[in-house]
């Protein structure tokens, strides 16, 4: 048998050499082919967002997938520059975000990229001089990989890419990323004025809305809480409120608050002075700090962050300020936000100023009618019972003895009938939305509170000098008196007809509640605990507290302490 055909070890021929070269080299060629089609795609579904916060993500996913790396980030520059504002990861889950607190601030290689304005690749963060470590319970990283991202000509953010699979970035990573970083820049360029755009026609169909509101017959009320929700139904923001000036300059109320943390807020007042309102209404919009930390400090306000304050005014008379809220940590106030409410806030002074002057008018008109009615009262109604009480009291000298009594007894029913309607001329005065409340008023307002719990309206009347006398803790004893003895006969006699008498001379104070229910009886334990308090109030005072049942059947209460402290007995 022949031997077997052998060939001898020696050098590979240049053809074998060269035919090698040629599979590496389409290896490289359809490699790179793949990685050039990869930051294709990654460029087509970047541009295909229109919503910015989209557009963000989609980049960091993006650049993600296409160098093979375990972690990545972008991190948006604040308007001025020196620091992070936003910062959108991917490759972390919920709970080690939680662990880890707070984002970056742009220090470290992070804070390197953004003052150099230039790629940084290296191999080891832990060996690199920049680095500065990395918080407790963050996940250990090698390889680092940053390219800032330009929209224009400034640098709008910098994307940040770690841990690749390789182990290390390449020189085509880096070709490839600042690839994508471009086509980036000019997506969300597009994501920005879209955003802008779409933001605003927001605030511009909130104005016209608002505007719209006053053909209507909407009342000041109705427009401010209108303007505060439409703006909170389209700015991210956990309160909106609009701040009024008192007729005290130096105080401001908070008139409308709407949100997720404007329980509480409606309704406060505070000092003008070292407010955003304050200064807003004074100079013109502020916008607080990112973190809030130059918002005041009220024992009231829930916590907030970036906050955007904006002046309503009428001319140079301000109406008040429009207040926009964002959470703790939330993002600040974009300069074109702060451009597009603060043009808002000057439509809206236009509809404010209208809505006011039509409160005014109407308040002018009311004023007038009540003036007309109370003069109509005081002059004919008032003047007429009393002519009929003087004749009734003379046809009574002449009457028989079976008579006379009840001719007095309707001579006593037109003198009350007269208190009463001077109570009513009283009540119809014009008021004065920023005068300090009399006690009158108080009480006024706790019969009409009260009111609706009786088959027939309580009727109060007043006697004396009892907004001269009654003041300060005097005058909230007393309006306790008369609500607690109301409230009883309304959970007890709801049927009966009740009668407060208010009346202050020179030296004591009686309050008198009379109705015509069953009585006081020995069921009646929970009405007599109920009105405890008010026997204690009395005591306090030096006066007396009496519970009687009345001759001619009801109740009466009887409320009395002297004006004088010093009067008052042991």
Known sequence: MPDELAFPDGPRSSLERTIEELVDRAQAVLSTQGRLRALLAANRRIVEHLDLEDTLRSVVHAAVELVGARYGALGVMAPDGTALERFIHVGMDADLVARIGHPPHGEGLLGAVVH???????????ADARST???DGHPPMEGFLGVPVRVRDTVYGNLYLANPSRGRFTDEDEELVQALAATAGVAIDNARLFDEVRQRERWTTAAAEVSAALVGDETLEDVLTLIADRVIAFVDAVLVGVVEPRSDPDTIHVAVAVGSRAEGVQGREYRAEGSLAGRAMASGSVIADQTGTDLPDYDWAPPLGPTLAIPLRDASTPLGALIISRGPGARPFSPSEAEMADEFGRQTSVALAVARGRTDRRLVERAEDRGRIARDLHDHVIQRLFAAGLSLQATAQRAPEQVRDRIDAQVTVIDEAIGEIRTAVFALESPDRHRPRTARDRLLDVVAELGPAFSTAPRIAFVGPVDTVLSGDLALD??????ESLANVARHAPEASCRIEVSVDDEVVL????????????GDRGRRSGTANLAARARLRGGTYRLDACPEGGTRVRWTVPIDPGTAQP
């Not at 007393?478 to 609500?483: C, F, I, N, P, Y």
Request: charged share 20%; no cysteine.
């Open 116 to 126: 150099e304005q230039a790629a940084i690749r290296i191999d080891s963060i832990g």
């Open 133 to 135: 470590g990395f918080p």
């Open 478 to 483: 007393v309006t306790a008196v008369v609500r």
């Open 511 to 522: 309050v008198l509640v009379e109705d015509d229910g069953p009585g006081p009886g020995s």
